[in-house]
């Protein structure tokens, strides 16, 4: 996403945990967003009429507290209310993000403070992104895909709560701070158009952006010597030595005689992913990562066909509530750095 576009500007500003007022101007109308977090609490604007039309109101204002008003009134439920100012918002945004000529401008100020409605930034542009007409935002949201995909902050947390499908997490789950847009669609079990919508709304809902790649430094190569060194001292028996010292370390660590096999959570169906991947590298990853805990780890497969991929899961647990109390506290290192852990249900699965 350009970083120069207002749309990149405003996502950017928001992922970055942006507190305050997005100013969005162009020349359909003009927007006012107050955010905290990832969280818009008020909106004031051109509503198009939007609002007068569902409650009744004309006196304009801000937009939640039309909504409340209304409620209040008994005009409008409040799940009416919450529908129309949400469908208003993402009209009036689909607007801006699609202006050629739209501008953005932030400041802390945060005059409103939450009052029972907010909208969930990142929710509403993932929705808009992956619903009817997301197309036209894909290179709004990612104009350039050949740049690489940088995890913004709170990564995991952020694409946990949006409660995507296991298609969706393992699309993002490949966003590593390394790859391009282009890397992560173009082998994609799941259609490169598919992830690259996916990824695109991931950019403009403030998880991601895109950044140059950093051009690697040659290694200087080391100048031949001068005058020939010294004969040096046999060191073979010396390497064997080590050699067989660290073989013995592994077997130590790999067997482990001084634990016990202990199973979390006691046997059972459910466990927590903690890792997952597509391509034959990433499995060999998680095959590696199960040796580790072979009572507690093992990789298991999910989805079919050309779309099926691999998860790490952890645990053994009788029930959805028991996985999901231990992925509280899952032990430490235990989760892949940016994958989001979540609890599934592995069939067949026995201690």
Not at 41 to 63: I, K, M, P, Y
Not at 247 to 268: D, I, K, N, T
Request: glycine share 12%; hydrophobic share 45%; with cysteine.
């Amino acid at each position: 996403m350009g970083r120069t576009s207002a749309a990149g500007q405003l996502a950017l500003w928001v992922g970055r945990k942006g507190k305050g007022t997005a100013h969005l101007r162009w020349a359909g109308g003009e927007l006012t967003l107050y955010v905290s977090g990832l969280q818009i609490v008020a909106v004031e604007g051109d509503d198009n009429e939007r609002l007068a039309a569902a409650f009744g109101l004309t006196g304009g204002g801000e937009w939640f507290g039309e909504a409340a008003a209304a409620v209040a009134s008994g005009q409008v439920s409040q799940a009416e209310a919450n529908a129309v100012v949400k469908r208003t918002v993402a009209e009036r945004l689909r607007e801006f993000f699609l202006a050629d000529d739209a501008e953005a401008n932030f400041d802390s100020a945060l005059p409103f403070e939450a009052k029972g409605l907010t909208i969930s930034y990142p929710h509403l542009v993932m929705e808009m992104g992956l619903g009817t007409g997301g197309d036209d935002l894909v290179d709004v949201f990612l104009p350039d895909p050949t740049l690489i995909l940088r995890r913004l902050p709170e990564f995991p947390k952020r694409v946990g709560a949006l409660v995507l499908t296991d298609e969706g997490m393992a699309i993002l789950a490949k966003v590593n701070d390394q790859r391009t847009a282009l890397e992560i669609s173009d082998p994609s079990p799941h259609g490169r158009d598919v992830a690259l919508r996916l990824l695109a709304a991931a950019a403009g809902a403030g998880l991601v952006e895109a950044v140059s790649r950093v051009a690697e430094t040659p290694l200087s190569t080391v100048p031949e010597p001068a005058f020939p060194l010294a004969p040096r001292r046999r060191l073979w028996p010396r390497i064997a030595l080590v050699a067989l010292l660290v073989a013995a370390a592994a077997l130590l660590l790999y067997f482990r005689p001084w634990e016990g096999a202990s199973v979390a959570g006691g046997g059972g169906p459910w466990a927590v992913a903690v890792d997952g991947g597509c391509q034959p590298a990433e499995l060999e990853r998680l095959y590696r990562r199960q040796e580790q805990d072979k009572a507690n780890l093992r990789v298991v497969p999910f989805g079919h066909g050309d779309g099926q991929c691999y998860r790490l899961v952890w645990g053994h647990f009788p029930s959805e509530a028991a996985a999901k109390d231990a992925s509280s506290r899952l032990p430490s290192g235990i989760v892949a750095r940016g994958f989001p852990p979540h609890v599934v249900r592995v069939e067949g699965s026995t201690p």
